[in-house]
């Protein structure tokens, strides 16, 4: 991720002025956006750029509340990571605060646990940042139009949403609040996975190194479980594969290895 990193941190370079700079950062499953923000992150604290990392996926909904989406709305969202199983409002009032210079408490989610961590772990950080990385799966993205709704795009949409409630549920969930608070983002770098094929594989590293840190008892998900679990993010992710590109205003290209192919 060397070239990412370098090329990420010049555009950067030109991109930030003299307010609380608010970066996007898009990539699939697996990509190494987290890798990314962190060695970039890193990267400008020691330059005296007061940078910190929001991730998407810390703004996951309680296992409680979703499960009462479940039950009210559809059993998908049971499962954590479509747009609809995230605190947006959280991220708002996050991204406000960077914007308006306030000290901010960093939520973390235990995927672990499938639960927020105790609120007495969250990062609190005190006087204004300089720069928030804002990433995550799907950060960025749009909706799709209505009728790329009307088909299953495999087979978890076939036999659990066969008359699509759940992906209207989420493309509406984009097109109304994930649109308001992906407008705080200044500027939008998508890492582009050379297809959704190459996913379960990334999705699958990721789940393997979990598992070699997760304490004892803690719930981590075995493969055929992680090929059911991805398939509730792969509409998404065609769609952002397709679409971001066109509006993202840098975009790195990914081999099947996670290597950057070519220099924006």
């Not at 990420?8 to 990509?31: I, K, N, T």
């Not at 970039?40 to 989406?69: C, V």
């Not at 992680?226 to 081999?255: C, G, K, N, S, W």
Request: charged share 25%; hydrophobic share 40%; glycine share 8%.
């Amino acid at each position: 991720m060397t070239g990412s990193l370098e090329a990420v941190e010049r555009a950067l370079d030109g991109w930030r002025g003299d307010r609380p700079f608010v970066l996007g950062l898009c990539g699939a499953q697996g990509s190494g956006k987290s890798t990314l923000s962190a060695d970039l992150a890193q990267g400008l604290n020691a330059r005296g750029i007061r940078t910190a990392i929001l991730s998407l996926d810390d703004l996951y909904l309680s296992h409680d509340r979703r499960a009462e989406m479940a039950r009210v709305v559809h059993p998908l969202f049971a499962t954590r990571g479509a747009p609809g199983t995230h605190d947006v409002e959280r991220g708002l009032a996050l991204l406000e605060a960077v914007k308006a210079g306030r000290g901010v408490t960093l939520p973390q989610f235990d995927k672990s646990t499938d639960d927020p961590a105790p609120e007495v772990e969250w990062a609190r950080l005190d006087g204004p940042l300089d720069a928030l990385i804002f990433e995550g799966w799907c950060v960025g993205a749009r909706p799709q139009d209505e009728a790329a709704l009307a088909e299953p795009v495999n087979a978890l949409e076939g036999e659990r949403d066969p008359d699509g409630v759940w992906r209207h549920h989420v493309n509406a969930a984009l097109a109304g609040p994930y649109a308001e608070l992906f407008a705080r983002i200044d500027r939008l770098l998508l890492l582009a996975a050379p297809g959704f094929e190459v996913v379960e594989r990334w999705r699958l590293q990721q789940e393997h190194a979990l598992r070699a840190q997760a304490p004892d008892g803690a719930r981590v998900m075995s493969d055929a479980e992680i090929a059911t679990f991805i398939q509730h993010y792969e509409r998404l992710t065609r769609h952002i594969l397709f679409d971001m590109p066109t509006y993202a205003d840098r975009v790195l290209r990914l081999d099947a290895d996670r290597h950057l192919k070519d220099e924006p």
